[in-house]
């Protein structure tokens, strides 16, 4: 029997500081980059086209339960710092903003791996204030440097209780196309998918 993950840390109190940071006043904005793009899981009032500078969507966080498992770890995306990131930015009103968040706890923070953040976030409509879970290159789950080899196997072999890593990834890439948005990394890994490995030693 799978032993449940130890957290990275106590997800509570970041959510106690979230709240606070936020401080009830105003509509709640989340900042979504990967799958909160394509399935946010919650009510929103509206929907933008957002960039953050600084920052920068990275398939780079080991995932051991959602798309793989302790044996046969996959992959999910992280916002690491360098760069800057296109997403979309939810306005959520201020009455459901504090429910929202502990769902959004539930979902993405049940081990408090990711270091929530509140980041300027670019609109064609103005510049908002959003709510955004950041990966620290310190973070344990954090991957670092990846051979492509590496990547292949886990296209190919890592799923989780939500699905595979490359159904995620293509999930994400889809969305991106969708919404106009560009990421040429991502497609250039999506490629290895397909490719066939060229096995040890070729290049």
Known sequence: ??????PVRDPAP????????????????VFGYASLIWRPDFDYAERRS???HGWHRALKMWSRVNRGTPECPGLVFG???GGSCQGVVFRIPRQEGEAVLHRLWDREMPTGVYDPRWLRCITPQGDVRALTFTLSRSSPNYTGVLEDTHYRQIFSQ?????????E???????ELHRHNIRDRALERLLQLSDAPDPGPGQP
């Open 1 to 6: 029997m799978t032993l449940p993950l130890k």
């Open 14 to 29: 970041l959510l106690e500081q979230t709240l606070h940071a936020w401080g009830r006043a105003e509509d709640l904005w």
């Open 50 to 52: 957002g960039r953050v």
């Open 79 to 81: 916002l690491i710092q």
């Open 158 to 166: 890592a799923t989780g209780r939500y699905g595979t890593t490359l």
């Open 168 to 174: 995620y990834a293509k999930l994400t890439l889809d």
